[in-house]
């Protein structure tokens, strides 16, 4: 079964930066759309946050955090990365990578096909 393994999580001052990291088994990594999303409070929707196609060369990335993170990936590790500099307190949520195999709509979450657990991000003001 694929796993989909999430770290970095912290809680940070607002402007600090932090890494997070997803590391992928049991899939073949390369062949993988990866996506970042966010949700901030139970029972709210998960938001979209990056994607990076499975070569690494196309990245998308929602307004919100558009100049202030970055998506990356080792595909030698089979790991996709979010670095977040600038951080905000509206950036505290919980934060999952997903994967998935098609390259259209990175965006959507319905697209995804695999999920992981979740690292805690929360920025103090």
């Known amino acids: 079964q694929a796993q989909l393994v999430e770290s970095g999580g912290d809680l940070v001052k607002a402007g600090d930066s932090l890494r997070l990291s997803c590391t992928v088994s049991?899939?073949?990594?390369?062949?993988?759309?990866m996506g970042w999303f966010r949700r901030r409070a139970l029972g709210k929707n998960r938001d979209f946050v990056a994607?990076?196609?499975?070569?690494?060369?196309?990245?998308n990335y929602a307004d919100s955090v558009k100049d202030r993170f970055i998506i990356s990936r080792d595909n030698d590790k089979n790991t996709v990365y979010l670095q977040m500099n600038n951080l905000k307190p509206e950036d505290t949520a919980i934060y999952s990578c997903?994967?998935?195999?098609?390259?259209?709509?990175?965006?959507?979450?319905?697209?995804?096909?695999?999920w992981g657990q979740g690292t805690q991000v929360t920025v103090s003001s």
């Open positions: 997903a994967a998935k195999f098609s390259a259209r709509d990175s965006e959507l979450v319905g697209g995804y096909n695999f």
């Open positions: 049991r899939l073949t990594f390369g062949t993988l759309v």
């Open positions: 994607a990076i196609s499975a070569s690494g060369d196309s990245t």
